[in-house]
């Protein structure tokens, strides 16, 4: 991998574009926004971030060939990062809008959480992660911490050996999820101060190697 690291936001159609933008440049990096005419090549990392409905964005990637731009990019070992919805298209399929298949990156379903009167969807707010083993991004970072979350579903089934941090809303689930070069974040790390600032810088130092 290069010297200096180069990261590309891919533009969705409802996203947190700006704000994964500023949280990149506050660490320090290069970052470039990237679509479907986008040359990949010069990329060291790649972040996906997203906002919306599972269905809705995953037909969008599927149209215009980025969802196989994201899935060659993942089996090149560069780094991949899913934010909020962009970790939820990570998963096998998601529920959202009707049984929809995802990226395939990382094992699971996206599954709607159980609502009843103490846990009102969507779970907005700030919940701690507990990490449940040992990670590059996480260095630096003390388990147990605080982070921000806007969502109605996520992560069900995780495999042992990619759920990476757990959180409970009325049930636990993934709320962070890693496989070899790719790793994701149900909450919003630009939007979590000091520790999303870390994760983030993290994730831009990482050479996608555990």
Wanted: aromatic share 10%.
């Amino acid at each position: 991998m290069p010297t200096d690291p180069l990261i590309g936001i891919l533009k969705m159609p409802m996203g947190n574009l700006r704000s994964a933008y500023n949280a990149v440049y506050q660490n320090g990096f290069d970052s470039q926004f990237v679509d479907k005419d986008s040359n990949l090549d010069d990329l060291t990392h790649l972040i996906v971030p997203g906002v919306g409905n599972f269905r809705a964005v995953m037909a969008h990637l599927e149209e215009d060939g980025g969802a196989d731009r994201v899935r060659a990019f993942a089996t090149s070992g560069r780094p991949v990062l899913g934010v909020c919805a962009g970790m939820q298209l990570l998963a096998e399929r998601g529920t959202e809008g009707g049984d929809t298949p995802g990226l395939g990156l990382v094992h699971g379903a996206i599954e709607r959480l159980p609502e009843d009167p103490g846990h009102i969807l969507p779970h907005v707010g700030w919940s701690p992660v507990r990490f449940r083993f040992n990670h590059p991004v996480l260095e630096g970072v003390k388990p147990g911490r605080d982070f921000y979350f806007v969502h109605s579903y996520a992560l069900r089934g995780a495999r042992e050996d990619e759920f990476l941090g757990e959180t409970t809303y009325g049930v636990p689930f993934a709320s962070i999820v890693a496989r070899d070069n790719v790793i994701g974040f149900q909450f919003h790390p630009e939007k979590s101060q000091g520790n999303g600032l870390k994760l983030i810088e993290n994730f831009c130092l990482w050479d996608g190697r555990c």
